[in-house]
């Protein structure tokens, strides 16, 4: 069965202080992993897409990986306005042409000054 | 590019009326659309697909005839819930699949908070 965990579930971080959310995976036919920031009360905002094993995104203090298992979305000096949740999604081959995502559950990030 | 917009953003409702929500991709053509509703503290749970110009496709365990979709052109689809009741208060948030960013990714709206009396 498709399936996708992320850890840890909330994480609180000192401003500066660096890490990494994980985002693990089985899925069959992987077409696409998603990773996105949600802030309360709003939609999700699209960060990356990665395809293959290998491949790195980054965008400012963020950098996203992945693994033939799993995603890593490393967080380097973070600051308090990166606190959120990030959510990670699968895409899995068309079923019926809908090209729906599998979502995780999230990590809640708060960083503090 | 690649910016979706719900209307409206915020509902309070009786029970027994009906809602309908709005979801437009702006600056794009979105063959299809996403409708997901979400509970606090919990991921998205998508509740159907919708392309345009058929019949959208509900996940399982989503009442078809509770949630009724339209994805009537490229750039507009709605969500009517009927007959609403306490348990259909949520956040319900749509995406469109298309826009600058590629053939796969999901632009979402801001979403829509209803809430039933």
């Known amino acids: 069965e498709d399936q996708v965990t992320q850890s840890p579930e909330a994480l609180r971080l000192q401003e500066g202080e660096s890490s990494s959310l994980n985002c693990s995976y089985t899925?069959?036919?992987?077409?696409?992993l998603f990773w996105y920031r949600q802030d309360p009360g709003k939609g999700p905002e699209f960060l990356f897409t990665l395809y293959s094993a290998g491949e790195e995104k980054e965008k400012e203090r963020l950098k996203a990986t992945l693994t033939k298992k799993e995603s890593f979305l490393h967080i380097t000096a973070p600051k308090p306005e990166d606190s959120a949740t990030y959510l990670c999604a699968v895409q899995r081959g068309a079923i019926r042409g809908t090209y729906k995502y599998i979502f995780g559950t999230g990590t809640r990030l708060k960083v503090l000054a | 590019g690649a910016v979706v917009s719900q209307h409206p953003s915020r509902v309070i409702c009786k029970s027994g009326t009906s809602v309908k929500i709005e979801c437009r991709s702006l600056?794009?053509?979105?063959?299809?659309m996403f409708w997901y509703r979400q509970f606090p503290k919990q991921s998205l749970m998508l509740m159907a697909t919708?392309?345009?110009?058929?019949?959208?496709?509900?996940e399982q365990g989503v009442e078809k005839d509770k949630f009724l979709i339209n994805h009537a052109s490229l750039t507009l689809s709605t969500l009517t819930v009927t007959s609403a009741h306490p348990e259909d208060s949520s956040f319900y948030i749509c995406s469109a699949r298309g826009g600058t960013g590629g053939y796969n990714e999901q632009f979402f709206g801001p979403g829509t908070r209803l809430t039933v009396l």
């Open positions: 899925v069959s036919g992987l077409r696409g």
């Open positions: 919708s392309n345009e110009g058929s019949k959208a496709t509900y």
């Open positions: 600056d794009f053509q979105a063959t299809t």
